[in-house]
């Protein structure tokens, strides 16, 4: 199991276009997103990621290129999935169920609460919209664009978002979780993860697989 340490910074009064910047003035390190676990998906593009937290918010900046990209859906809780998408599942202390934070590369998103892959309860858009994001590519859909392509996104995730909990503070909180770079319907699919997997079919809905998250 890999262990993250996840920096406290002081993000007041900035905006998602800002969150790489600040970023980078707090020096938090990048993290790949690099594990091939199924050899019939060898592709592996280039995908990291940075996470941090003010206690009442995480931040999270992905990073990726790839060799083609794709943004069908806008509105939130569609097939993400499906298009250029990175995914961050987390699990707080005591709890019986994760949350998956799936975005595509323009920012649309998808949360859920589940038990497995097939029991989910997703949020409401009025929880969703709660989510700021900025991404390179801006904000419109659009469909296949071939050749090798660059994109970064920003999420500012408040901790109410977490609607099956209370969460005052994230400081101090040990939360167990994993990162995921995937395009179901890419001309290459692929199925990367942070923290390895070792389940037989592309399957990102294991809990037994995530990662240490320490908040400071």
Not at 27 to 43: G, H, L
Request: negative net charge; hydrophobic residues 35%.
């Amino acid at each position: 199991m890999k262990s993250l340490t996840v920096r406290k910074i002081d993000f007041s009064g900035c905006s998602a276009g800002q969150l790489s910047g600040v970023m980078d003035r707090e020096s938090v390190a990048y993290q790949n997103i690099s594990e091939i676990n199924w050899d019939k998906y060898p592709y592996r593009p280039e995908a990291r990621f940075r996470i941090a937290h003010d206690g009442k918010r995480i931040f999270l900046h992905y990073r990726v290129e790839e060799e083609s990209i794709r943004a069908l859906y806008g509105e939130d809780n569609e097939a993400v999935w499906t298009d250029s998408c990175v995914e961050f599942f987390v699990r707080f202390p005591k709890d019986d169920f994760y949350y998956n934070l799936e975005s595509n590369c323009i920012g649309t998103v998808l949360l859920g609460a589940r038990k497995n892959r097939n029991e989910s309860e997703l949020a409401s858009r009025a929880i969703t919209q709660t989510i700021e994001r900025a991404s390179s590519l801006g904000r419109e859909p659009f469909a296949l664009r071939k050749g090798t392509h660059s994109w970064d996104l920003s999420l500012i995730v408040p901790a109410s978002v977490f609607f099956k909990n209370s969460i005052r503070n994230l400081s101090g909180t040990t939360a167990y979780g994993n990162f995921y770079k995937c395009g179901d319907e890419l001309l290459t699919p692929h199925f990367l993860s942070w923290n390895n997997i070792e389940n037989p079919e592309p399957n990102f809905h294991l809990p037994a697989f995530f990662g240490e998250l320490l908040f400071e």
